[in-house]
């Protein structure tokens, strides 16, 4: 995975880097609690072995922590609840957003890209956003910041990208989830004779793919997916390099009263990579099932395996870690 320079790394650590290795522990737990579930056909125990395991980590981190994006709010969760205090409580103030089974469907399929992620920053650095769709634009950083616009056509930002990439059309391809929501927007796509890669979940690593064009041979991603794995997303970006725009989709006056009551006062506002997750941020996430961007958890008789990735913004460092665990 190739980094790009950008002005995050001007900015002054906050974080003590011991905090990275920590969060491995964390998403490693549970991945490795997910796993025992893997193809068995139940989304909720997979999900639930998973929150379970990396709350119970978390209260290990010391961190004074408050869960921003988390499995809802407090009425909808027994754990990592949005506002939900976690850590040992004697370390820095951090803001924490988690998703702790991204791909539960493919977990209890045992299909592959279910990961395990959990980003950090220092408080205030997570947009505190509602579980709700979020509309997402994502292309990697060598491009001008105007190249493509989340206002603009599909067609028009597929073409302007093709041009600015000095390739034909036919030569762009777009990463989006495969869902009947996206209908009107396949068709446009496919209008303009670009190569499409349709998901089946997991746009946390489809968005990272889009920004890693030269590993991967994906341009940009498109289309709607869920918030909380927006702002995961943009912090892991924060981390890479790449370009992300993204919008809330708040169509319901319960919607929009949710978002305000979450400190989201314009609706309609128009987010950028830094204004979802900013200052010092740190990211990691470890596979459930073997995928394209990690390898799932091996399960032998004596030992456990892991496969994480790290990723720190202001070091721009990006560490791969395969983990032996004696079991």
């Known amino acids: 995975m190739r ?23 964390v998403t490693e737990r549970a991945a490795i609690a997910a796993a025992g579930w893997r193809g068995k056909g139940d989304e909720k125990a997979a999900d639930a072995a998973a929150v379970e395991a990396m ?29 939900e205090t976690v850590g040992a409580g004697d370390g820095p103030e951090v803001d924490i957003a988690v998703d702790p089974l991204e791909g539960t469907t493919l977990c209890a399929k045992n299909q592959p890209d279910s990961i395990c992620v959990l980003a950090m920053a220092e408080r205030g650095g997570l947009l505190n956003a509602p579980d709700v769709y979020m509309q997402k634009l994502a292309i990697g950083a060598g491009y001008a910041p105007d190249t493509v616009d989340i206002d603009a056509s599909a067609r028009d930002n597929i073409r302007a990208l093709a041009a600015a990439k000095g390739v034909p059309v036919a030569e762009i ?20 004779g670009c190569a499409i890669k349709l998901i089946s979940d ?10 890693n064009t030269e590993e991967t041979g994906i341009d940009i991603y498109l289309g709607s997916g869920g918030a909380p794995e927006g702002v995961l997303a943009a ?10 725009q993204a919008r809330l989709i708040l169509d319901t006056d319960e919607k929009r009263a949710r978002a305000r009551r979450m400190g989201i006062e314009d609706p309609n506002r128009k987010y950028s990579v830094q204004e979802l997750a900013s200052g010092d941020v740190l990211f990691a996430a470890t596979g459930v099932t073997d995928g394209s961007l990690l390898s ?32």
Do not use: Y
């Open 173 to 192: 391809t777009v990463c989006m989830l495969d869902r009947p929501r996206h209908a009107p927007l396949l068709e446009d796509l496919r209008s303009t």
């Open 235 to 244: 912090a892991a970006l924060r981390c890479i390099g790449g370009q992300m």
């Open 55 to 83: 709350r119970e980590e978390l209260g290990r981190v010391h961190i004074a922590g408050r869960i921003v994006i988390g499995e809802g709010e407090r009425d909808e969760a027994p754990m990592l609840f949005i506002g």
């Open 202 to 211: 997991g746009d946390i690593a489809g968005i990272i793919h889009a920004v």
């Open 296 to 327: 799932g958890v091996r399960l032998s008789r004596n030992t456990i395996k892991t496969s994480t990735v790290v990723m720190r913004s202001w070091s721009q460092t990006v560490r791969w870690i395969a983990a032996d665990h004696q079991r």
């Open 3 to 25: 980094l790009s320079k950008t002005d995050d790394a001007r900015h002054p650590a906050s974080l003590d880097r011991s905090l990275v290795l920590e969060l491995v522990r």
